[in-house]
């Protein structure tokens, strides 16, 4: 049996575990720099806030509709996370972080166990010791907890946040309750050509022939379509593989049009990449960067551009990455424009200790020491103690976030401190 645990409005419920005066109200979260809503309360939604929303054209909306406005605040996100998943590795050795808010675990040889109960202790635990409300859906199989969960989350009144699909009547009651384009890994593109052939719900879909889904879609949805019928073909990923390619980007403050601020801000992020880079023990063979004007300034000149450079060896060095990235910022690099977005993105990722050598370049290794004291120093005193040169030594460029709440959890200086002003009885 599989289950799927997935927090309620998770970037909300954070908020409120340490603010509960915004309990029952809307709130709204935006994304890096307060440019677009991604997360809303139950709240907000219901007084029809949609999801992107841009943050400057829902201003007085949000004012007027009393709506309380969260800057994204992805360390207490983050942490939050990390300690329900800690809860949950309690109950089962087999589980998979599905993402920052949902985890899938498997439940073997738990026959006679009550599992449905076990679902109500899990969600109580979670919630007393985090603060974080969770939805818990039990089914045969993963596609299946997926279903059970949305309707745990759905008839909450009634499933008290628990569901389990565990006959066929249920099954075949919850796959009839569940639209085509609410199928968990069926996509806007073959929603649409469902859709055109009149397959509305599930179970429609777990109609169709394997030869039909064979020929219009791919061997995925085949194993979707079986997963749907109660036969466990999506298996559960307990080991996160590594990425393929590491990226950060992000929008400006203000425009920036000299080359030395995009020097500035290239050499952070390819400098950002490579911390990420080591973490993970790979090295890149090729950096991608792009740059973008302010598609928003109608009334001047646009551009974007970006380029490919390949390294001339393997390398996880903040130093020889930063160096490369900058050489393709100047090829791409215009005068007269407004830039708004830059990123870096390192391509080519191979692990740290199967490098090719080059037979041209015998010290390809000769900056380990040094990347590797940097790195036990950022971990013991905190990001960006160290940065390269060409980096601003005193600006940490901090993203727009006028509506940012306290790190309660990562942060010392932010911990919430209880006074108590009663009496001592001797």
Known sequence: MFALVDCNNFYASCERVFQPQWEGNPIVILSNNDGCVIARSNEAKALGVPMGAPAFKYKDEFKRKNIKIFSSNYPLYGDMSSRVMQILEGYTPNSEIYSIDEAFLKFD???????????????????????????????????????????????????????????????????????????????????????????????????????????????????????????????LEEYVPSKKS???????????????????????????????????ENACSAVLVFIRSNSHQKNKEQYRNSCV???????????????????????????????????????GLVPSKERQLNLFQPNINKHDPLMKAIDKIHLRFGPHQIKLGNQDLKSTWNMRQEHLSKKYTTELKDIITVKNKSKAIL
Not at 150 to 173: C, D, L, P, R
Not at 251 to 275: D, I
Not at 310 to 323: C, E, F, H, V
């Open 246 to 280: 590491i990226t950060t980007t992000r929008s400006f403050k203000n425009n920036l049009s000299k080359f030395h601020e995009l020097e500035e801000r290239v050499s952070t992020y390819a400098n950002s990449c490579s911390e990420k880079l080591r973490k993970q």
């Open 109 to 235: 040889g738990f026959d006679y166990f009550d599992l449905e109960s076990t679902g109500h202790t899990m969600k109580k635990q979670i919630r007393k010791w985090t603060g974080i409300p969770v939805s818990v859906g039990f089914a045969p199989t993963k596609a299946l907890a997926k279903i059970a969960n949305k309707i745990a989350k759905k008839f909450n009144s009634k499933t008290q946040g628990v569901y389990m699909i565990n006959t066929n009547e249920k099954k075949i009651k919850a796959l009839k309750w569940t639209s085509v384009g609410d199928i968990w890994g069926i996509g806007r593109q073959h929603s649409k050509k469902l859709e055109i052939k009149g397959i509305r719900t599930a179970y429609d879909f777990t109609n169709l022939s394997d030869s039909w889904i064979n020929k219009n879609m791919s061997v995925l949805e085949l194993r979707l379509k079986k997963d749907l019928l109660g036969l466990s073909y999506i298996k």
């Open 309 to 347: 450079i390949t390294l001339p060896y393997a390398t996880d060095s903040s130093i020889i990455i930063s160096k490369h990235a900058v050489a393709g910022l100047k090829g791409i690099f215009r005068n007269g424009i407004d830039y708004k977005k830059a990123g870096v993105l390192l391509l």
